[in-house]
């Protein structure tokens, strides 16, 4: 029995870029989507930006971290391991194995991601 795919939540739209990616949200979204990217490539400043899993993906020997701007959130994929490290500053939003949600509505925690980007960083050059 096939399975069905999950429709993908921007249609049939296969992002290039990450700056295509950030300019199909609203303007107070990119501002968000802006600011993570920000953190990131100053977290990691040898990653390469690309589109992988059809959202913002930062690589160096492997992924980093990829975002994605959602409806209410904006979901951060640091791995299931940046996760287990940073259980306890990670309280307060919502998690699942290699996923947080940053609410739209709250300040994003600006020294956490780059605290877990950080961490990415060593943890793949460790690995490599």
Do not use: C, W
């Not at 700056?19 to 990131?40: G, N």
């Not at 690589?59 to 209410?72: D, I």
């Not at 309280?91 to 290699?98: V, Y």
Request: glycine content about 2%; cysteine-free.
């Amino acid at each position: 029995m096939a399975t069905k795919r999950k429709p993908s939540p921007y249609g049939s739209v296969k992002f290039k870029t990450i700056d295509e990616y950030h300019a199909s949200f609203a303007p107070e979204v990119q501002i968000i989507l802006d600011h993570i990217r920000e953190i990131i490539n100053l977290a990691a400043p040898n990653a390469a930006e690309t589109i992988s899993y059809n959202i913002p993906t930062f690589k160096q020997n492997k992924n980093l971290v990829h975002y994605a701007a959602h409806k209410e959130h904006v979901g951060f994929y640091p791995t299931p391991s940046a996760l287990e490290v940073f259980a306890e500053k990670l309280k307060r939003f919502k998690t699942s194995k290699g996923a947080i949600q940053f609410p739209i509505d709250k300040p994003l925690p600006k020294t956490l991601i780059k605290e877990i980007v950080k961490f990415r960083v060593r943890q793949d050059k460790a690995n490599n």
